[in-house]
């Protein structure tokens, strides 16, 4: 039973006006004593004019409270309304003066203070006492009290001050009375709120009972957001997955993270339509953080709002390893085997109805396409046709329907898989299902990503297409290396029997330079073909790109700004100077055509270490350091179709006469044949990439990239001895004969390797030089050098050759010394070697 509260205390003054009270009386006073002493008729005069005076000031008063200028006082009606709230409230109410003395108490305040009487009454100051805890927050109250201010503080006193239970929390408010005629007041609010704490403090125990309950259940329990990451999992799924549940914070782990195989990716194929609730089962490996896999079954609900967006998962985990349920062993072993072949081998394995949707895929086909079949789930059931290209899906549901019917010779189909990124491929092989038993499948679908394979088939093909112009190129540019050596051997003959003043001689100067520039067409062949002679010596590239960078300004006009950005602590590289300057001209030159707006083009260097060359797209890069050298631009870009023809020779997208389309033939050559890569990365409108990389050079860091002679005076090329000239070609034999003839020298002419031999045996040993061409028919020139070292022949050899020279140096007998001669060459190069070599 409730004991009724105690009676307040009040002692707040009930405000009256004495001035008035006065004068009323005085007024009542003067007109008694007036009427008292007057005569007759006088007093009744003055009787009338008093009643007159009444008579007025009343119809005025009823005048002026008609027209709301004058309001009876209701002050003490709404006082008693307000005390009356105030002296029912449930909290202890105590109003208290300047000196803290107490003005206004209510009975509830009375009655959680437990004093018997209104002297034992005590104020919130020295009522509330009591630790340290306690006396700190009183006296912020008090303070806050003092300065007019407001406060609040919740306390814990143990024993409470009544006297009932134990201990008892209080909440206690302060703040100043406002709207009184007497200032300085303060109320204090004092609320009990021990049975909300008691209410809290039950809740709380509950459940920390039922977080218990759930941690130590024999099946692991895990709640997921829909981008998978884990926000909640109990202790017996941690203690599976071998992880300290102290330490997990949500979203620290995904789902991916707990289950092998990537099978997290099956768990978000749960679909429902808007307000539903889905349930689906999976079976699934578990890996821990260390040890062998655990099996296991999920069974994953997913709430999905009003709007068809998926909610957290509420997914129960049940370990299926061998031991943990007991009954029906053999039945369970054979559903963790085949749950863990199907979701753990890397055949893309799913069951299809009729209409392509999706029943029940692994891990691996769900790692064909991910993002396809997920934005397929707004549509409901995810569909095979989601991650097929468009153009196959005619031929996709042709094999399903022929499935359907039960057919068993379906041929495998080759389709294209849609997703971001690079183009992805994958073979098909399908297989009749039964509906009845195979949860209403009508076809299996076993799937192989065949997009590694498609690519090194179009690396190979590529690769040998470009070896095959290769060699084409590279034999076109032999016969007409000696075709153009003859003219410009010819050309000289002529032009030292001509004065410039002579009229034919510009004729001639006008054949020599058309031979030199089909010369030069003929070296950009040899560059792609990869036979081209090449003078490597130890570059830093930054140093070669600083001084290269004046020319390349030239180059781009003042329209388009070029950028070269230097990598820090660059590697060395073994190239040959000219030719990687040639490559950097002819790429800047390119990006210049593709920005007939203007632009920029920027030039990058940096080391490239073995680490980074598995992040490739090509395949074909091998592991190892390289230099990196990016030449970049924010051009029109290259088209997919004519970005895969670029490097071939001839292929050209410029207008007639403005490019022969050797350009970048000839930069592929002198960047394989250097032992680099170079690739292209570009898309239409957004510019284009081209990357070079170049093996580092791993000698004597410190040697310095040799330096350009300067050009030596004229000197005497006239000279004797016996030289065995073999050339296969009459043209050039002949000429060559002839300049070394007037120079002095006694030649022997020999048109193959077989008739050198011959020529050789005839000469005795009095043989100081052989000239000989490499490649001729019967014997090529090294096997000829090899027989007549053989026949005890010490003579010094020339080789002339239009292909490199490292192209025969492998034929030749070991620690052999030769000079080489490329072809075409002129008639002084000719006698400058020669001279050389008998030096």
């Given at each position: ?45 003055i ?30 009606a ?10 029912s ?72 001050p ?27 609010t ?19 009972h ?139 394995i ?5 209409s ?46 022929a ?11 080759d ?150 950005v ?23 030159v ?49 088209p ?9 020779p001839?292929f ?16 592929y ?26 093996p580092r ?40 004969a002839?300049?070394?003839?007037s ?61 490199a ?16 001669l ?10 400058e ?7």
């Amino acid at each position: 039973m409730k004991s009724t509260p105690a009676p307040p205390v009040d002692r707040i003054e009930r405000i009256v006006n004495p001035l008035a009270l006065a004068v009323l009386a005085l007024f009542l006073a003067v007109a008694a004593g007036a009427l008292w002493v007057a005569p007759g008729a006088t007093s009744m005069m003055i009787l009338s004019w008093m009643l007159v005076a009444l008579a007025a000031c009343g119809v005025l008063g009823l005048l002026l409270f008609s027209l709301g200028l004058l309001q009876l006082p209701t002050r003490a009606a709404r006082f008693d309304t307000t005390k009356a709230i105030a002296d029912s409230s449930p909290d202890g109410l105590l109003v208290t003066d300047q000196e803290s003395r107490i003005v206004y108490a209510n009975g509830a305040y009375r009655a959680l203070s437990g004093a018997p009487g209104n002297g034992d009454l005590r104020s919130v100051e020295r009522l509330f006492t009591g630790s340290p805890d306690v006396s700190e927050s009183v006296y912020r109250l008090s303070q806050a009290a003092k300065s007019g201010g407001r406060a609040s503080e919740e306390l814990r006193l143990a024993p409470p001050p009544n006297g009932e239970g134990d201990v008892a929390w209080y909440r206690i408010r302060v703040r100043p009375l406002e709207g009184v005629a007497r200032s300085g007041l303060t109320v204090w609010t004092v609320s009990d709120e021990t049975r909300e704490h008691s209410r809290h403090e039950t809740f709380f125990q509950d459940l920390q009972h039922a977080i218990d309950y759930l941690d130590h259940a024999p099946a692991g329990f895990f709640s997921a957001e829909p981008d998978g990451a884990i926000v909640h999992m109990n202790a017996t799924l941690a203690a599976w997955l071998d992880c300290d549940l102290a330490q997990f914070a949500p979203g620290q782990l995904k789902v991916d993270d707990i289950i092998a195989g990537q099978g997290g990716a099956m768990l978000s194929l749960v679909t429902g339509g808007p307000g539903e609730v889905t349930t689906q089962q999976f079976d699934v490996d578990l890996k821990p953080r260390r040890g062998r896999v655990v099996p296991a079954r999920i069974f994953h609900k997913v709430a999905f709002s009003s709007d068809g967006a998926p909610g957290p998962s509420r997914s129960l985990v049940i370990n299926r390893a061998p031991g943990e349920i007991k009954g029906e062993e053999d039945l369970r072993a054979a559903e963790v085997r085949f749950a863990r072949i199907f979701n753990s081998t890397p055949v893309a394995i799913a069951s299809v109805d009729a209409s392509g949707g999706l029943l029940r895929p692994n891990a691996a086909f769900v790692r064909l396409a991910p993002d396809a079949l997920k934005t397929n789930l707004a549509a409901g059931r995810p569909s095979i046709f989601a991650i097929v290209a468009e153009r196959d899906h005619a031929a996709l549901r042709a094999v399903i329907d022929a499935a359907a019917q039960g057919r068993s010779d379906i041929a495998p189909l080759d389709v294209s898989l849609e997703g971001a990124g690079a183009a992805r491929s994958a073979r098909l092989f399908v297989s009749a299902a039964d509906p009845a038993s195979d949860e209403g499948a009508n076809a299996i679908i076993f799937a192989l990503d065949t997009t590694e394979q498609r690519t090194l088939q179009e690396n190979l093909a590529q690769g040998q297409k470009m070896q095959a112009i290769g060699q084409l190129a590279g034999g076109v540019a032999h016969d007409f290396n000696n075709v153009l050596t003859a003219i410009i051997g010819y050309s000289d003959l002529l032009l030292a029997n001509h004065r410039p003043t002579d009229p034919s001689f510009q004729d001639i100067m006008q054949i020599k330079q058309n031979a030199n520039r089909a010369a030069g067409l003929v070296r950009q062949l040899l560059a792609f073909s990869r036979r081209q002679t090449l003078r490597p010596q130890t570059l830093q590239l930054n140093d070669v790109l600083s001084e290269l960078q004046m020319l390349l300004r030239r180059l781009v006009g003042e329209t388009i700004q070029l950028d070269v950005v230097h990598g820090r602590d660059l590697w060395l590289v073994k190239a040959d100077l000219n030719q990687f300057e040639q490559v950097i001209v002819n790429l800047v030159v390119n990006a210049r055509d593709a920005m007939s707006e203007g632009g920029r083009i920027t030039l990058r260097t940096r080391n490239f270490p073995a680490s980074e060359c598995g992040g490739l797209k090509e395949m074909a890069i091998a592991a190892a350091d390289y230099v990196l050298i990016e030449v970049e631009d924010n051009g029109h870009g290259i088209p997919a179709d004519v970005r895969a023809k670029i490097f071939e020779p001839f292929f050209t997208t410029k207008e007639v006469g403005k490019g022969t389309g050797l350009g970048l033939s000839m930069v592929y050559g002198i960047v394989k044949q250097t032992g680099g890569y170079i690739f292209c990365e570009s898309e239409p409108g957004a510019g284009a990439t081209f990357r070079i990389l170049l093996p580092r050079f791993i000698g004597d860091e410190s040697e310095e990239p040799v330096k350009k002679e300067a050009p030596k005076p004229a000197a005497d090329l006239t000279g004797r001895g016996a030289i065995l000239l073999v050339e296969d070609e009459e043209a050039v034999r002949a000429f060559a004969a002839r300049a070394l003839s007037s120079r002095g020298y006694t030649v022997l002419e020999a048109e193959s390797g077989v008739d050198a031999l011959r020529v050789a045996e005839e000469a005795g040993g009095a043989i100081d030089l052989i000239v000989s061409d490499v490649i001729m028919p019967e014997m090529d020139g090294p096997t000829m050098l090899t027989e007549l070292r053989r026949r005890g022949f010490t003579s010094k050899i020339v080789f002339v050759s239009g292909y490199a020279d490292d192209a025969f140096a492998r034929s030749l007998p070991e620690d052999e010394q030769f000079v080489f001669l490329p072809k075409p060459f002129t008639l002084k190069q000719l006698i400058e070697t020669v001279k050389g070599a008998m030096a």
